[in-house]
């Protein structure tokens, strides 16, 4: 199974900050990388998939970059909306696996 | 637009069974491949089963495999997981969601249903 590894687990910040979250993947998954924000007691909400491609109705301040193993999930402005939990998700190979999601915390 | 509306969670006895039950609105599920999702309590997400828009081919994670199974009645539009032989540790959240047409990233997703296994 290809493993999916997220750092950091925390990120404390404040609102205007540059916020990065990594994903790492166990073996090479090309692309096939999505993005996904949760608030509490909510659903996940698909961000980016493809690695880079933005969700429509997705704020642009959120972006997505990498490819192979190494992706980042970058908010350029963090704002208000943005305090939640992210997590990665691989769609290369099953089983279709999440990382361990990083929740972003008020700093 | 795509809904996905929950039913049919709630507490059950380990070794029970229990159906859940997603009605898709906004989209055929005849063409679309479909997945159930689990969060346990305070953790992360567990990609549980999933189906190939014709039934054909069906997927199921190893903490389920044999216990679970997946399936669609295109005449109701409507998912299910039917959950058997159930264990504390299948005790979460479970969300059905829709895949991409041709790509298994989650683009919709049910509000969640809550399955509690306890004695």
């Known amino acids: 199974d290809i493993q999916m590894t997220q750092s950091p687990s925390t990120l404390s910040a404040s609102v205007g900050d540059r916020v990065t979250i990594t994903c790492r993947a166990s073996?090479?998954?090309?692309?096939?990388l999505a993005w996904y924000q949760q608030k509490p007691g909510k659903a996940p909400r698909l961000l980016i998939y493809?690695?880079?491609?933005?969700q429509s109705g997705v704020p642009s301040r959120f972006s997505g970059s990498g490819s192979a193993t190494d992706f980042t999930l970058t908010i350029s402005s963090l704002q208000p909306d943005d305090f939640a939990t992210y997590f990665c998700q691989q769609y290369h190979h099953y089983p279709w696996g999440f990382g361990q999601g990083t929740e972003v915390e008020v700093k | 637009q795509v809904q996905l509306v929950q039913s049919g969670g709630g507490v059950v006895q380990p070794g029970k069974t229990l159906r859940l039950s997603c009605l898709a609105s906004g989209f055929t599920i005849s063409t679309f491949g479909m997945h159930w999702v689990r969060q346990a309590p305070g953790k992360g997400l567990e990609w549980v089963a999933g189906m190939s828009f014709d039934g054909s081919n069906k997927f199921y994670s190893d903490s389920v495999k044999g216990r679970f199974t997946i399936s669609k009645d295109s005449s109701k539009n409507t998912l299910y997981l039917e959950m058997n032989s159930l264990r504390a540790e299948d005790t979460a959240i479970y969300y059905c969601a829709k895949p991409d047409w041709n790509l298994w990233y989650f683009d919709s997703w049910g509000q969640g249903t809550l399955v509690t296994v306890s004695s």
């Open positions: 073996q090479n998954i090309n692309s096939f």
């Open positions: 493809q690695a880079s491609i933005l």
